[in-house]
Nanobody
């Protein structure tokens, strides 16, 4: 049974930092792309960043480039999202996700349809 459990969310002031974690279980972790998505109230879920199975390839949505860093530790079955220089518009529920296919997810790495397992989410609130 695949499980994804996020942690690390919280409330910070603009300019602050947070590090999110996502612990995976129930499958061969390193065989799948992983991603972080977020959803703010009243908005659609958006792909924030994705990383290949062995961590050699990453991609980011333009809004977070240069501020967020995705990484993974396959020995610990854990995905991370380091978020620096946070802005109020980063406020959202953040979800980690596992790709549907064990092959490459790079056709559309920030699209929800590429992923079929989701965590329960962790809330990030940035105040101005």
């Amino acid at each position: 049974q695949v499980q994804l459990v996020e942690s690390g969310g919280g409330s910070v002031q603009a300019g602050g930092s947070l590090r999110l974690s996502c612990v995976a279980s129930g499958y061969t972790y390193g065989a799948y792309c992983m991603a972080w998505f977020r959803q703010a109230p009243g908005k659609e879920r958006e792909g924030v960043t994705a990383i290949s199975g062995f961590g050699g390839t990453t991609t980011y949505t333009d809004a977070v480039k240069g501020r967020f860093t995705i990484s993974r530790d396959n020995a610990k079955n854990t995905l991370y999202l380091q978020m620096n220089s946070l802005k109020p518009e980063d406020t959202a529920m953040y979800y980690c996700a596992r790709a549907t296919s064990g092959g490459s997810c790079w056709r559309d790495p920030l699209a929800s349809r590429t992923y079929n397992y989701w965590g329960q989410g962790t809330q990030v609130t940035v105040s101005s």
